[in-house]
């Protein structure tokens, strides 16, 4: 199937991947009838070695996962899975099962941190605890939002224009956060936005 490599107990490992934020969300495993129930069904299918059975993702939880994509990698010996979870992939709850952290070094950057900020606002808008600057800009409304994106762009042309690095660098960051704030206010998912640049992309 696919061409995919199976290991000597007839397994292969799947690395499933979230297709929006691309957060790894688990490891887990697959033989052939759960690769081709995956692919039959769109939806996750794994092997379990401790219960040696086929177990479909969400089947009691309801936690299931949307197939978007199945890659593999050079040798055709793992498979990273793309999908659209409809709740936490652990057992414990959380989004990931990757929660513990061994190692942290300091990092430049990381796409990472707008799923995270745009998470942070939609509670804030829900939320509206008292003192928080997004808590503020949503009790003032739309025309203050739209107020503070435009005057965040034009400082970041006033940056780029004085060749200042520094200040464009941190005025794109409160460009994008109100970006986010804006886009939350009218309830326009980040992700479509994202939409519109992939398929811009792909008509090239």
Request: charged share 30%.
């Amino acid at each position: 199937m696919m061409d995919v490599k199976f290991n000597e107990q007839g397994l292969v490992t799947a690395v499933v991947q979230d297709a929006k934020s691309k957060e790894v969300l688990t490891v887990a495993y697959m033989n052939e009838e759960s690769l081709a129930k995956t692919i039959e069904t769109n939806e996750t299918w794994f092997y379990s070695r401790s219960r040696n059975e086929l177990w479909h993702k969400g089947e009691t939880s309801g936690n299931t996962q949307k197939v978007v994509s199945i890659k593999a990698d050079c040798d055709r010996d793992a498979l990273v899975i793309e999908v659209l979870p409809a709740g936490p992939a652990c057992h414990n709850g959380t989004v990931s099962c990757f929660t513990e952290t061994i190692v942290q070094n300091e990092a430049v950057g990381s796409v990472g941190i707008l799923p995270q900020l745009k998470e942070i606002i939609k509670q804030r808008e829900i939320d509206m605890p008292e003192g928080a600057y997004t808590t503020y800009l949503f009790d003032k409304g739309i025309d203050k939002i739209c107020k503070k994106v435009g005057e965040e762009a034009t400082e970041v042309v006033i940056g780029a224009k004085n060749r200042d690095k520094e200040e464009v660098k941190w005025e794109a960051a409160d460009l994008i956060y109100h970006l986010l704030v804006l886009l939350q206010e009218q309830k326009v998912d980040m992700y479509e936005v994202l939409g519109v640049l992939e398929a811009r992309h792909n008509k090239r």
